[in-house]
């Protein structure tokens, strides 16, 4: 039995997720946290959150590291760690230092530094030749402005250090990049207490579909798991609206995604211990790296790939946290495709109904989540802001998306906001 330290969570899917993968494979963690009322809520299921399973529960700063990593090292010294993971962005460096300063397996702190900040990212990719965006960074209006009149207009802006799309808008003009600008700089702290870097970053807008490669890392060697589809609106954001594992693409564009994540990922240095989710622009030119997460997809995308592939990239997760040999060898599930479609509400206020009786039921589908009425709803502006979700899944081919998309408009036809 390994035991692991886990360092924040998320408080989605991969919060229930992560907990029981690490109980599966026989193994035990401690839970760090610096507010665990953040995770008293219950589990969807209406049973305690796995996350309150841990054999320890340890409440420290984990946004200071000056006291966090004395205190890691005091928490080995007691309780003997074999591996340390999180699977929340905003605590991947940490986790990745604490790693370090034990001794214990895992990526570089640098190079997982650089693949969480979105401009640390391009300088690496664009040094080593991985095809990216024309892009500039700057903190300043005036070279904001300027540089976004030399890349061109529509462009898109970012900020270096959020996840879930958020504050990712295009722009098409300078008045929409002020207001972009202005925006993001009025949210000077994240969700989690931690002050942001006030640079912003302008990127050259990609034409064709984008993709994700889900790929795992040990030892050196990069196994591509696959490739998965992904649909984007909410124009001017960027929010995901839906997935389909595989995607249903030519083999030459399969194979170049796949090439294409490979590169980017060893250019980072994140060959060992860890499972990433590379999103990618399928361009005239080619494939352009979007950004690289070196963590296991959300938003579902490991729950699609199980059902298809058997694939479990959590426990992969976890199997390389501890420097162990992962096993993606798979096999047959029944599935050829699996699919899902968020709700993604356009108007704000309060869920007044939402009626998923008809689709529950429907022929070929695998789960269903939905708010219940009264919820509060907010006009998303980001993969923060989903109603619920449908699944689907095909056993004869690519049909898994098709079929999500005509039940999610069931769903919204039934959606009632007031």
Same mark, same amino acid.
């Given at each position: 039995?390994?035991?692991?330290?886990?360092? +924040?969570?998320?408080?989605?899917?991969?919060?229930?997720?992560?907990?029981?993968? /690490?109980?599966?494979?026989?193994?035990?963690?401690? $839970?760090?946290?610096?507010?665990?009322?953040?995770?008293?809520?219950? !589990?969807?299921? #209406?049973?305690?959150?796995? %996350?309150?399973?841990?054999?320890?529960?340890?409440?420290?700063?984990?946004?200071?590291?000056?006291?966090?990593?004395?205190?890691?090292?005091?928490?080995? +010294?007691?309780?003997? $760690?074999?591996?340390?993971?999180?699977?929340?962005?905003?605590?991947? @460096?940490?986790? !990745?230092? /604490?790693?370090?300063?034990?001794?214990?397996?895992?990526?570089?702190?640098? &190079?997982?530094?650089?693949?969480?900040?979105?401009?640390?990212?391009?300088?690496?990719?664009?040094?080593?030749?991985?095809?990216? @965006?024309?892009?500039?960074?700057?903190?300043?209006?005036?070279?904001?402005?300027?540089?976004?009149?030399?890349?061109?207009?529509?462009?898109?802006?970012?900020?270096?250090?959020?996840?879930?799309?958020?504050?990712?808008?295009?722009?098409?003009? +300078?008045?929409?990049?002020? *207001?972009?600008?202005?925006?993001?700089? !009025?949210?000077?702290?994240?969700?989690?207490?931690?002050?942001?870097?006030?640079?912003?970053?302008?990127?050259?807008?990609?034409?064709?579909?984008?993709?994700?490669?889900?790929?795992?890392?040990?030892?050196?060697?990069?196994?591509?798991?696959?490739?998965?589809?992904?649909?984007?609106?909410?124009?001017? !954001?960027?929010?995901?609206?839906?997935? =389909? $594992?595989?995607?249903?693409?030519?083999?030459?564009?399969?194979?170049?995604?796949?090439?294409?994540?490979?590169?980017?990922?060893?250019?980072?240095?994140?060959?060992?211990?860890?499972?990433?989710?590379?999103?990618?622009?399928?361009?005239?030119?080619?494939? *352009?790296?979007?950004?690289?997460?070196?963590?296991?997809?959300?938003?579902? /995308?490991?729950? %699609?790939?199980?059902?298809?592939? #058997?694939?479990?990239?959590?426990?992969?997760?976890?199997?390389?946290?501890?420097?162990?040999?992962?096993?993606?060898?798979?096999?047959?599930?029944?599935?050829? &495709?699996?699919?899902?479609?968020?709700?993604?509400?356009?108007? &704000?206020?309060?869920?007044?109904?939402?009626?998923?009786?008809?689709?529950?039921?429907?022929?070929?589908?695998?789960?269903? *989540?939905?708010?219940? @009425? #009264?919820?509060?709803?907010?006009?998303? #502006?980001?993969?923060?802001?989903?109603?619920?979700?449908? =699944?689907?899944?095909?056993?004869?081919?690519?049909?898994?998306?098709?079929?999500?998309?005509?039940?999610?408009?069931?769903?919204?036809?039934? %959606?009632?906001? *007031?």
């Amino acid at each position: 039995m390994a035991h692991l330290l886990m360092v +924040e969570s998320w408080v989605g899917s991969m919060s229930r997720l992560l907990p029981r993968a /690490i109980e599966q494979g026989g193994h035990e963690f401690t $839970f760090l946290t610096r507010d665990l009322h953040h995770y008293l809520g219950p !589990a969807p299921e #209406g049973t305690a959150h796995p %996350l309150l399973g841990a054999r320890n529960v340890v409440t420290a700063d984990t946004n200071d590291t000056g006291t966090l990593l004395p205190l890691a090292e005091r928490l080995h +010294e007691a309780l003997g $760690f074999d591996g340390v993971l999180t699977s929340c962005d905003y605590y991947l @460096p940490a986790a !990745a230092l /604490i790693a370090g300063r034990l001794g214990l397996p895992g990526p570089a702190a640098e &190079s997982v530094r650089d693949a969480c900040r979105k401009d640390a990212t391009r300088r690496v990719l664009a040094g080593a030749g991985v095809p990216g @965006p024309r892009f500039a960074v700057h903190e300043e209006w005036g070279a904001l402005a300027r540089s976004a009149q030399k890349i061109g207009y529509p462009l898109v802006v970012k900020p270096v250090d959020l996840c879930a799309g958020m504050y990712v808008r295009r722009v098409d003009d +300078e008045g929409q990049l002020a *207001r972009a600008v202005e925006a993001l700089t !009025a949210f000077p702290v994240n969700a989690r207490g931690q002050r942001r870097d006030p640079a912003v970053l302008l990127e050259e807008l990609l034409d064709g579909p984008e993709v994700s490669v889900e790929t795992v890392s040990h030892g050196g060697a990069v196994h591509v798991v696959g490739v998965t589809d992904k649909s984007i609106g909410g124009s001017p !954001a960027f929010i995901e609206t839906g997935h =389909m $594992f595989p995607a249903a693409l030519p083999a030459p564009d399969t194979e170049a995604a796949g090439r294409t994540a490979v590169a980017a990922i060893r250019a980072l240095g994140l060959t060992d211990g860890v499972v990433a989710h590379t999103e990618i622009k399928l361009t005239a030119a080619g494939p *352009r790296v979007v950004e690289v997460n070196p963590r296991p997809a959300g938003n579902r /995308i490991t729950e %699609l790939v199980h059902r298809v592939t #058997g694939i479990d990239l959590v426990a992969s997760f976890v199997a390389v946290s501890l420097g162990r040999e992962p096993d993606v060898s798979g096999g047959r599930t029944g599935l050829r &495709s699996a699919a899902i479609g968020f709700l993604v509400p356009e108007t &704000s206020g309060t869920l007044a109904s939402l009626d998923g009786g008809g689709v529950r039921g429907a022929p070929g589908v695998l789960d269903l *989540r939905l708010a219940e @009425p #009264g919820a509060r709803v907010t006009a998303a #502006g980001s993969n923060n802001e989903y109603l619920g979700h449908v =699944m689907t899944g095909d056993a004869q081919g690519f049909g898994a998306r098709d079929r999500a998309e005509v039940l999610l408009g069931e769903l919204r036809s039934a %959606l009632v906001i *007031r």
